[in-house]
């Protein structure tokens, strides 16, 4: 076998050629995969960054019922069996001077689906009262140690020179089922 004799230019064309082949490869078998990887596993860094914030987000929420519920049930336990959120609002609204005020008092129950309590609202109508004396209904209503939460309140300017307030004020407590059947049967 005769073996062909390259020239010096062919041998560096060669040699370039090869060199051209090798880095080639490295770029795109080798480079190109890793930046590709990089980017996704950066994408994926963010992406898992961005669940464990909202998860973050939902384990705070989460405590904050949980502490909000426990309050409601310890308000549960401190209120007794005799309590009823209507009672409590007609005697609130005594103290804060609003008795002679109240339209109506809507009382309302709804058993909540899968567990022993129930909610149980009152629906306030106020008309043409003193910005005072709501505000001191509110308070009373809001720091009470029974839990009564202000769900809504819609106020609206009322008298001839719009001095006084027309207020429908949502209020509601949880309450166990058992006391529900307790009131019942009394």
Known sequence: MMMLELSKRDKKFIAAGTVFLVLFSLVWFVYLPAVDKRAMLEK???????DIERMQVLEMTRRQYAKSFDLEKEALEKRGSKFTLFSFLD????????KKNVAYMKPFSQDMENSDYR?????????????????????????SPHG????????TKSGDKGQFLDAVIETQILALKAEKENEDRS
């Open 44 to 50: 994926k860094v963010i992406s898992k960054a961005a």
């Open 91 to 98: 005697a609130l609204s005594s103290k804060s001077l609003v």
């Open 119 to 143: 909610l149980s609202r009152v629906t306030v109508k106020l008309q043409q009262v003193y910005l005072k004396g709501l505000v001191d209904f509110l308070v009373r209503i809001e720091t």
């Open 148 to 155: 009564v939460s202000v769900m809504s309140l819609s106020l």
